[in-house]
């Protein structure tokens, strides 16, 4: 039986991972719960899955909270030391870090330094830190286990291969809802038409930045540490099927791929119990289903999210925290209809722009420069 903490648990990669959860209730159970905001939904996480702790981010949230579920034996923690100490709990093997934002850096790195295994479904722990956070992992002796569909998939097609036999990494993406159009047709769309992904069913933010092409390029930053390869060996495919969730070739020109269906359960279920495989009831991939499987270059010109994480890794250091943080704040003023589509990319070249690159910034500075980056973004909006 492993005891797992969730962070981001009412979020979609949380609430997926509870449905595994609860369709396999001899292997795995809740310790700890944490969540943001969503008082209502965790309290009904709490009283279904019956966690010993649970931690809301909001320290306001938390007391109301408090207050709910004052008639069960749960202990419920507030703020950002809150999920930090969530995570160092003795019981927890293995924390699923699927809250979104920055806010989870911290609380990762605990987990670490605790002992605890990782399942990673918050990019911007590697995004913004990898230079930290791969070297604790190494020390501490613990798993980082990728949940995002396509670092789970370069994960399983490296199985049992030597790392200097890669000759790259072939990150595949759907090309969002907006694929093909060109800059003149994205002046006016709206975020309800970029929150209808053709193939994957997420969170609103990480929809965005599907349709933007920044999560593609969050991903090759991931890759880069995750898998300790360059950028110039990560290239970006766009297959618009989403059956091969990534690839890798090798130096003698063999390319292994991982396919399955688009569904985040298969990549949220093998970390969980990696390295056993456990069934998925939805089953595998009809091949006679498919006339064809396609692929195409990105067009990055067009959908600059990618080109500017290029030149966000590029440059290094404090850069791609500041491309991550740019992008969470005009993303949700996008999300607010407060800025066009065709602004997120200008709004993050501008924040790099002015941005004075820190050559391995201590999490203090991470931090600092997340600030700093939100403030120029509103700004600029005078």
């Known amino acids: 039986m492993k005891k797992i903490a969730i962070l981001g648990s009412t979020g979609s990669i949380g609430t997926q991972t509870l449905e595994i959860v609860r369709s396999h209730p ?4 809740v310790t700890a719960l944490a969540a943001n905001t969503n008082i209502e939904q965790m309290e009904a996480q709490i009283r279904e899955f019956a966690p010993a702790y649970a931690a809301m981010a909001d320290e306001n949230a938390a007391r109301i909270l ?14 950002i030391e809150g999920l930090i100490e969530l995570t160092q709990i003795p019981q927890v093997e293995m924390v699923v870090t699927a809250i979104v934002g920055m806010i989870g ?19 911007e722990t590697l995004v913004t830190a990898g230079h930290i956070i ?5 020390k501490h002796g613990v798993r980082l286990l990728p949940v995002d569909s396509e670092h789970s998939a370069i994960f399983q097609s490296l199985g049992g291969e030597k790392r200097e036999d890669v000759a790259k990494i072939i990150l595949t993406a759907s090309g969002g809802p907006f694929r093909g ?44 540490w995750l898998f300790d390869i360059e950028a110039s060996q990560i290239e970006v ?4 099927q989403s059956i091969i969730h990534s690839m890798v070739e090798f130096v003698d020109g063999a390319v292994i791929a991982q396919l399955g269906l688009p569904d985040m359960k298969l990549p949220i279920k093998y970390a969980l119990f990696y390295p056993k495989r ?35 890794l590029a440059a290094g250091g404090s850069m791609p925290t500041v491309f991550n943080a740019a992008n969470e704040k005009v993303v949700s003023l996008f999300l607010s ?5 065709l602004q997120i990319y200008d709004m993050i070249a501008g924040a790099m722009a002015c941005h004075r690159v820190i050559e391995s910034p201590t999490i203090e500075e991470i931090l600092e420069t997340e600030v700093m980056t939100h403030q120029y973004v509103m700004r600029s909006m005078r």
């Open 26 to 29: 001899d292997d795995l159970t």
């Open 337 to 341: 209809d407060k800025i066009g589509f």
């Open 181 to 224: 159009m060109k800059t003149a047709e994205l002046q006016k769309v709206t975020a309800s038409a970029a929150l209808c992904h053709p193939t994957w069913k997420m969170g609103a933010k990480i929809t965005i930045d599907s349709a933007t092409l920044v999560n593609k390029g969050l991903e090759v930053i991931e890759a880069r």
């Open 66 to 79: 408090q207050q709910k579920v004052a008639d069960l034996p749960v202990k419920v923690y507030g703020g």
């Open 105 to 123: 850096l911290r609380p990762t790195i605990a987990a670490i330094q605790a002992g605890k295994d990782i399942a990673l479904a918050n990019k």
């Open 134 to 138: 791969m070297p604790l992992v190494k």
């Open 237 to 240: 495919v766009v297959h618009p």
């Open 278 to 312: 456990k069934a998925l009831p939805m089953g595998g991939v009809d091949f006679a289903a498919w006339s064809a499987l396609t692929f195409m270059p990105p067009d990055a010109v067009t959908f600059r999210g990618l080109s500017l994480a290029y030149e966000a």
